[in-house]
């Protein structure tokens, strides 16, 4: 009799930790970077705008692209979203690892969104561009709320993203 792997349906194993066998290298940097830059702004728990700072902060050909193609500078961005999501008030050295448990609501279905993505797209391991992707594409989403304020919407974000992760496929 077959083992069933605990990682096929969900990104989530049994005890809450992440399945970290579904994730690109690349997409474990950026989940790593989104813990610390959650502990710095002082959140108890990794918020979607985390995950959207983490992506900034080491990102990979595909968000480069993604950037470049949106005109922006992405340590600039990244600097102010941490500006913007900064709490003067909370723990700065709050006791943070990828579990379930220290993940907000939005960030379980985002990344549950980005393995689904993922298989769709016939890939075992979700890539940052998964996460971005499904970061932008989200209802509600704070990071496609903060564009929006500025006149970019969700959609021009997402085909941009679309056509530099095709892009770098290609490359």
Excluded at 96 to 104: A, I, T
Excluded at 140 to 152: D, K, L, Q, T
Aim: one cysteine or more; hydrophobic letters at 40%; a negative charge.
């Amino acid at each position: 009799m077959a083992i069933p792997d605990p990682c096929k349906d969900d990104i989530f194993l049994p005890n809450g930790q992440v399945c970290q066998d579904m994730l690109a290298d690349p997409t474990v940097k950026v989940l790593r970077e989104s813990i610390r830059l959650a502990r710095e702004t002082r959140w108890d728990s990794v918020r979607s705008p985390h995950i959207f700072m983490g992506l900034l902060a080491v990102p990979d050909p595909g968000v480069q692209s993604w950037g470049e193609k949106l005109g922006a500078d992405l340590t600039r961005l990244l600097g102010q979203f941490q500006e913007l999501f900064h709490q003067d008030e909370g723990e700065c050295e709050a006791m943070l690892v990828l579990h379930r448990e220290f993940l907000s609501d939005n960030v379980i279905r985002l990344l549950r969104e980005a393995h689904t993505r993922a298989r769709d797209h016939n890939r075992s391991c979700v890539t940052p561009m998964d996460l971005l992707i499904s970061l932008l594409t989200a209802t509600n989403s704070i990071v496609a709320e903060c564009f929006e304020r500025i006149g970019v919407t969700a959609a021009k974000l997402t085909e941009l993203a679309v056509i530099a992760e095709q892009q770098a496929k290609k490359g």
